[in-house]
């Protein structure tokens, strides 16, 4: 029974670690993510595991998805990661239950994805992007910033 | 019709820069500012640059700014022996003078840093992030802005946009990449910029 049940847990840890496993992405799929959103108001989480501001307000953010989701919300997470740190990030993830699939950024170069995103920002962390139902960015927060007025910003749109 | 449009549209870029505070920029002459040495001195900036001058904004905490400690002693003590000034601040409103030397000291860093109380001059330069570099030349005028390298892992370093800069304007040469970026931490100011 004992071997079962060690069975069970480790299938349960294949099964969830598969789930959360980071798909890359790059600026061509960057685009493709945001087209393939039309129709929903769609905020991009770029976070880090060295991000602790980041990792600080992901509870939050997951709770304003589960909150928002049925009004036509989708939260998408985008680790800038190194590839060295990505179990660490599918671990956080995990942890805060984060939607799924999750993302982690795999660019040939860091600057020119940085720059497809919004040439104003210069790569710092946290950074969310908000879309509205057409797919066009309304704005971004660059920094941590009171989950109220990221909220006020989502529901606005909805 | 087309000239209320341009009007509108250059008062838009008017008030965008305003509200973000940003005055310095690749291509813009540095004023003067003044920043606080670690026992609480007010120190200018006139009194602290030399022929060619870099701004690093820093942080004790940022995990991205710390990956680059050694690099930045490296780069302070081979480029000091070629005349030029460094200028390292730390402009995070929750990293205290006290704890900015403490972590210097810890660190092993071999310049002095400086603090940017209320984030005054990383709202001139209009910097985001740590570590954030920028080279200014003999007439005050911002050469090149962006990351020391490409990087975290020296071993993936595939661009030195630092080191390319100063190389050029030590050689009086244009800076081939004047604007570089890179994911690092937001400087944690007293007011949200966006």
Redesign the interface.
Same mark, same amino acid.
Do not use: H, M
């Given at each position: 029974m004992k071997r079962f049940e060690f069975l069970g847990v480790l299938a349960a840890a294949f099964c969830s670690s598969a789930s959360a496993a980071l798909v890359p992405i790059d600026e061509a799929g960057f685009r493709k993510l945001v087209a393939g959103s039309r129709g929903k108001v769609l905020l991009i989480d770029f976070w880090?595991t060295? *991000?602790?501001?980041c990792r600080e307000e992901l509870p939050q953010l997951v709770k304003l998805s589960r909150r928002l989701s049925s009004r036509g919300f989708r939260l998408i997470t985008i680790s800038?990661d !190194?590839p060295e740190q990505q179990a660490k990030a599918e671990l956080v993830l995990k942890q805060q239950g984060a939607p799924l699939p999750a993302y982690r950024k795999q660019a040939a170069d +860091? !600057?020119k994805f &940085?720059?497809s995103i919004d040439p104003k920002?210069?790569?710092?962390?946290?950074a969310l992007f908000l879309f509205d139902k057409t797919g066009r960015m309304v =704005?971004? @927060? &660059?920094? !941590?910033?009171p989950m109220s007025e990221v909220e006020a910003a989502v529901t606005k749109l909805l | 019709m087309k000239r209320v449009a341009i009007f509108a549209a250059l008062l838009a870029t008017l008030l965008l820069g305003e509200a973000f505070g940003q005055e310095f920029k690749v291509g813009s002459t540095v004023s003067d500012f003044t920043l606080s040495d670690l026992k609480g001195n007010t120190v200018s900036f006139s009194s602290l640059r030399g022929p060619t001058t870099v701004v690093i904004f820093i942080s004790t =905490?940022c995990? &991205?700014s710390n990956s680059f400690n050694d690099r930045m002693n490296d780069i302070y003590e081979d480029y000091s022996a070629k005349g030029v000034k460094f200028v390292f601040i730390n402009a995070n409103a929750n990293e205290s003078a006290d704890e900015v030397a403490k972590h210097a000291k810890s660190v092993g860093f071999v310049f002095p840093v400086y603090k940017d109380f209320n984030n005054v001059v990383a709202d001139r330069f209009g910097a985001?992030?740590t570590p !954030?570099t920028y080279v200014i030349d003999h007439d005050g005028v911002i050469r090149y802005h962006g990351y020391i390298e +490409?990087s $975290?892992?020296p071993a993936?370093v595939k661009r030195h946009g630092l080191k390319d800069a100063l190389d050029a304007v030590l050689a009086g040469q244009p800076v081939a990449t004047a604007e570089?970026?890179? @994911?690092? *931490? $937001? &400087?944690? =100011?007293v007011r949200?910029?966006?």
């Open positions: 880090a060295w *991000c602790v501001p800038a !190194e +860091d !600057e &940085i720059n920002w210069s790569g710092a962390l946290p =704005r971004s @927060f &660059i920094g !941590e910033v | =905490r995990p &991205i985001q992030s !954030e +490409d $975290t892992n993936r570089t970026k890179a @994911f690092g *931490c $937001t &400087i944690k =100011r949200p910029t966006s």
